[in-house]
C-alpha cells in the first residue's frame, strides 16, 4: 500500500454505499405509490401554487450539507477584515445591481416590460 493511499481519507459507511441508499430510496418510493396510489392525491393537496412543499423542504435537507461546509472557527477571523467585508457589500450591492441593468438593457432593450420581472 503506497503512502498516498494511506492518507486518504476513509469514506463513512453512509457515503460509501450512497449509490445503494439512493436506489433504495427511489424504490420505497415506487413501492409506496404503488401499494397507496392515494399518497398522490395526498402529495398533490401538499403542494402551493406549482411548488409541493414536502419536495421543498427534502430538497433544502438534501443540499444543505454539502453547501454548509463552512469553517465557523474562522468566522472571527473573517469578520475582522474590514476591507473585505466593504468589497463584498460594494460588489453584491451596487456592482451587480448594475450589471444586471446594464444585461438587461443591452439583451432585452426591445422588451423593457421584462427588466423589472414577469408578472
Known sequence: MS?????????SFLDRYLTLWIFLAMAVGVGIGAIFPEVAEINEAMSVGGTNIPLAIGLILMMYPPLAKVDYSLLGKVTKDREAIKLSLFMNWVVGPILMFVLALT?????????WGLS
Open 107 to 115: 439583451f432585452l432593450g426591445d422588451h423593457p416590460a421584462t427588466w
Open 3 to 11: 503512502q498516498a493511499q494511506t492518507a486518504a481519507p476513509k469514506m
